[in-house]
């Protein structure tokens, strides 16, 4: 029924949208160790609270608005709470620990990580929890044998949209300004009247917002939510970072595109069980063959 | 806090330190004599913790590297052995240099590219890596797929079978002080100090001739040595092992263990070990608290890490510094 081809380019279409959703954690891993060289290893924890909090909020809504109207409100919901999260991390657990050494900060990460995991395994008691959105999971466009889901379009529509706008936000604002400037060096932006703190605390805002919008769409995709659904999903998405060259906006969503096309491919060819493997591989072949990234610029570290 | 103090001043004086180490040593030996086999092995529990700690305090404590997937060294080392006694019918203590061999190979793949780059990229390779071997032992065959290897056949010592309790107390005593031991000798050597100076400043050390990255590489391959073997004892003791016990929480676990006891201080990684595999015994039948001892875990890591950045009995740095190195 299938030919060869035409499964690569089904998996490949299921690619396209696992690696839009590491190019959205990505993105927020890329801009906090850009600007102040932390591996939030929270991140991943966002997300999984994003999805929750969207879940949440989409089954208190049902009775009200339902469909696409109630999965946008949740949504911004589960932004909203994942903002506020982020800001509460950055505030209290980093920010007192910023001027002591690399590992320290690292560990606090670890601690932030195990914290959220384990409030949201305690709340859930451990069990999966469904969403039921109402949506027709299968309609969609029919290409031969190649179905792209109505879902899939919208979000990659809506990922791309996301993409682009951050990019021009960083690019060309005044605050993305200030964001990039305190990356290159945070003491001379103090002494041009830059609040670094302020700006600092708004990137972990906008990236956990993007992790948690990532989150409300793996909702809709996947129909299941689990506590432990952050912890690959960050690892893989730090992965994506890395290889697009970690600190670079573009790098991190190219990175995590290609991380999801890559897997699709390694899963048809290797088996499922096998997919992670060929993931945490090729983070550590792209570490020792461009350290840098594809789109990264060589950093000297802190001394 | 006045006790604690002095308990600490205590074992940092020189002079007493022999004595109290001699009467800690034969308090722990006694205790076999008169405790219960589930006692003894919460303490077994807790001196094998002790181990693993003691392995990765060479890697994070002498020398500041941070590797998130230790449970990958000890997971090589136990499947090592466990393999070689299964499919292969060889003697425990044969297997011991194989599984150390293993353990070197390993590290000098992982080490050799990625101690070059920034030390946080060690970190996620560590963890990757860790995913990697867990994977491929639920995967494989011979490493028994997801259900592990089980009935591992118990080694013998000086023709004694070794099975109870109280035995494998013993033998991870002896461990302990020689882990103990090699532990100190490296601190106080010309490859331990200069650990620590890479530690401290890895630019200044390089500066001053020390080849960073074939020392980083020593020390990671010397804790991952650490790792193997005590995971070869693990699997005999244990005569069953499967992917779960090698998961990131055991990782963390031990790491949390090094960070929280004090990073580079031998007593101290040893009391964070034994709080670890402790603490969550106590708790075991508090329903609500046993779920919520890792959240704990967590919140304490972070308030350690703000209030005592070098752990809760760190070393005495000032004295280290004004003390003249040892010819070696």
């Not at chain 1, 706008?165 to 300004?177: A, D, E, N, P, W």
């Not at chain 2, 590297?65 to 052995?81: E, H, Q, S």
């Amino acid at each position: 029924m299938f030919s060869t081809w035409e499964l690569i380019l089904q998996q490949l279409v299921n690619g396209l949208i696992l690696g839009s959703f590491y190019a959205l954690i990505a993105l927020g891993y890329s801009m906090v160790y850009g600007i102040i060289k932390l591996l939030n290893f929270a991140h991943g924890d966002i997300y999984m609270t994003g999805a929750f909090v969207c879940l949440t909020v989409f089954g208190a809504l049902s009775r009200a608005v339902a469909g696409w109207p109630g999965i946008i409100l949740s949504i911004v919901a589960a932004m909203f709470l994942a903002g506020i999260l982020g800001y509460l991390t950055q505030r209290f657990a980093y920010r007192p620990v910023l001027g002591a050494p690399r590992l320290s900060l690292l560990i606090t990460a670890i601690g932030v990580s195990l914290v959220i995991y384990n409030a949201v395994m305690v709340i859930t008691n451990s069990q999966p929890l469904f969403f039921v959105s109402g949506l027709d999971n299968s309609a969609g466009i029919q290409v031969g044998n190649i179905t792209i889901t109505y879902i899939q379009m919208i979000l990659l529509v809506v990922s791309s949209v996301l993409m682009i706008g951050l990019t021009l936000f960083i690019g060309r604002t005044m605050i993305g300004k200030a964001m990039r400037a305190i990356a290159m060096d945070q003491d001379t932006c103090r002494l041009m009247g830059i609040n670094v703190n302020k700006i600092i605390g708004l990137t972990f805002v906008i990236g956990s917002a993007l992790a948690a919008i990532a989150g409300g769409m793996a909702c809709v995709y996947y129909g299941n939510v689990q506590f432990n659904m952050g912890y690959t999903m960050g690892i893989k998405a730090f992965t994506a970072a890395v290889i697009g060259g970690i600190g670079s906006i573009p790098g991190a969503m190219l990175g995590g595109i290609l991380l999801g096309l890559l897997e699709a491919i390694g899963t048809q060819f290797l088996g499922s069980s096998w997919k992670d493997v060929f993931a945490f591989g090729l983070l550590i072949l792209i570490l020792i063959l461009r350290p840098n990234g594809l789109l990264g610029r060589s950093v000297v570290e802190r001394m | 806090m006045g006790i604690i103090t002095r308990a600490y001043a205590l074992m940092d004086n020189k002079k007493y330190r022999c004595l109290t180490l001699a009467v800690l040593f034969v308090i722990f030996a006694s205790f076999p004599l008169f405790m219960d086999n589930y006692t003894l092995n919460v303490l077994w529990n807790a001196m094998f913790y002790a181990l693993l700690a003691l392995g990765l305090n060479v890697i994070v404590g002498y020398c500041g590297l941070c590797d998130l997937g230790y449970a990958a060294k000890f997971a090589i080392g136990a499947y090592t052995t466990g393999i070689l006694i299964k499919s292969f019918h060889w003697n425990f203590w044969l297997t011991l240099p194989v599984s150390v061999i293993v353990s070197v190979v390993t590290a000098v793949i992982i080490g050799a590219p990625t101690l070059k780059l920034r030390s946080d990229y060690l970190a996620i390779v560590t963890l990757g890596f860790a995913e990697i071997v867990r994977i491929t032992a639920r995967n494989l065959s011979i490493t028994g797929s997801a259900s592990g290897l089980n009935a591992i056949d118990r080694p013998s010592l000086f023709g004694m079978r070794l099975t109870q309790i109280s035995q494998w107390y013993y033998v991870f005593l002896v461990l302990i002080v020689l882990y103990v031991v090699i532990s100190n000798r490296i601190r106080h050597s010309r490859f331990g100090r200069a650990l620590a100076y890479i530690r401290e400043d890895e630019d200044a050390a390089q500066a001053m001739g020390v080849n960073t990255t074939l020392y980083k590489l020593y020390a990671y391959i010397l804790g991952a040595v650490m790792g193997g073997i005590t995971g070869s004892f693990f699997a005999v003791k244990m005569t069953s092992i499967s992917p779960s016990s090698f998961d990131f929480t055991q990782s963390a676990n031990i790491l949390l263990a090094v960070i929280l006891g004090g990073m580079g201080k031998i007593p101290g990684v040893i009391a964070g070990a034994a709080f670890f595999a402790i603490f969550p015994e106590l708790f075991r039948d508090v329903p609500v608290i046993g779920d919520m001892r890792m959240l704990f875990f967590g919140l304490l890591l972070i308030i350690v890490m703000i209030t005592r950045p070098q752990g809760l009995w760190p070393e005495r740095r000032r004295l280290e510094d004004a003390r003249t190195p040892r010819a070696s």
